[in-house]
């Protein structure tokens, strides 16, 4: 039996630039095929109100066949995923929430 890397996107999903089928690696990604160079933030697994990047292979142990990840991102590499949390952290800041980047991208209105 192969396990599968269970997640789901985030309504607004943040996307690198260097992802060319965003669609296609969203499919990989729900079905657990194997991609080398992709990375996604997600909400860190100590609960506080922070984002955590990880390459998309992590999405494959047991854990998250019960425990889905939520993806708030996908990136071509590990700076470009570091590039959207900054993004990420200069909108919270813009909207009041400075370091409260769950609460910022969980808010009604992000």
């Known amino acids: ?28 990604l729900k079905h657990g095929a194997g991609q080398l160079s992709i990375y ?14 990880m390459h998309c292979a992590n999405l494959k142990q047991p854990y998250y066949k019960k425990n889905p990840a939520l993806v708030y991102g996908i990136a071509g590499s590990y700076g470009e ?11 919270a800041s813009e909207a009041g929430m400075a370091g409260k980047l769950l609460t910022y991208l969980l808010q009604p209105s992000a």
């Open 1 to 28: 039996m192969t396990l599968k890397g269970y997640c789901s996107f985030y309504k607004n999903l943040y996307i690198g630039e260097s992802i060319r089928h965003a669609e296609k690696v969203k499919w990989k």
């Open 81 to 91: 995923a570091v590039d959207i949390i900054i993004r990420i952290s200069d909108e």
């Open 40 to 53: 996604v933030i997600t909400n860190t697994s100590i609960g506080d109100d922070q984002l955590e990047i």
